[in-house]
């Protein structure tokens, strides 16, 4: 099984730029999650989808932040425009029947 | 609100020892109890996840139990090794959502 699979792994772009994460989850997981990790707030759920739909979008920060899942294999998540603030590690996740969720390694992402 | 809670934040132990990583819940209502693991720059892996209607799971070396009228998950690490160092991190589920606690940075030494 190939696991979570999310690229790039590493982004550095300037403030005001649009940044595009993106997710290919386990094969036949029907759920998908995307997380945010800094050293201040921990580990903390932006949004999941159930079968490509979105469930809960509660923990997005603003109106910056979208994510779409337009098929089973595949999830975005997209910040425009980025702000410094935004740096931080983000993590997609997968289960099936929403049991245990299986995480990619995670993009870096620094806005300068 | 439904916070997680772990202690200690960091542990420094020699090879060989056995020792205990606590996890504290403050909503009940949990429907499973989730550890993990995280090396420095990777993801997080499941280690082992209990349902509400358990008391314990175990795999390995590894053992979790789950208390649910207290609040509490223990994960139980037997025989400590220098490559079981890294962060571990508990997640209470609610629904399909988890609540992670702020992790437990463990070093074993050789």
């Known amino acids: 099984d190939a696991g979570v699979i999310q690229s790039p792994r590493h982004e550095v772009t300037e403030m005001g730029q649009e940044v595009t994460l993106r997710c290919k989850p386990i094969s036949g997981h029907d759920y998908l999650f995307w997380y945010r990790q800094t050293m201040m707030r921990g580990l903390e759920l932006l949004i999941y989808?159930?079968?490509?739909?979105?469930?809960?979008d509660s923990g997005m920060p603003e109106d910056r932040f979208s994510a779409k899942m337009p098929n089973a294999s595949f999830s975005t998540l997209k910040i425009q425009p980025s702000e410094p603030r935004d740096s931080a590690v983000y993590f997609c996740?997968?289960?099936?029947?929403?049991?245990?969720?299986?995480f990619g390694d995670g993009t870096r992402l620094s806005i300068l | 609100k439904q916070e997680v809670t772990q202690i200690p934040a960091a542990l420094s132990v020699p090879e060989g020892e056995n020792l205990v990583l606590n996890c504290s819940f403050t909503d009940s209502a949990i429907y499973n109890l989730q550890w993990f693991r995280q090396d420095p720059g990777k993801g997080l892996t499941s280690l082992l996840l209990?349902?509400?209607?358990?008391r314990e799971q175990t795999s390995g070396r590894l053992n979790a139990s789950l208390d649910k009228s207290s609040g509490r998950s223990t994960l139980y690490i037997a025989a400590s090794q220098p490559g079981d160092s890294a962060t571990y991190l508990c997640?209470?589920?609610?629904?399909?959502?988890?609540?992670f606690g702020a992790g437990t940075i463990l070093r074993v030494k050789s």
């Open positions: 989808f159930n079968n490509n739909v979105p469930i809960d």
């Open positions: 209990i349902q509400s209607s358990q």
């Open positions: 997640a209470g589920g609610y629904g399909n959502k988890l609540v």
């Open positions: 996740a997968s289960s099936f029947g929403g049991l245990a969720q299986h």
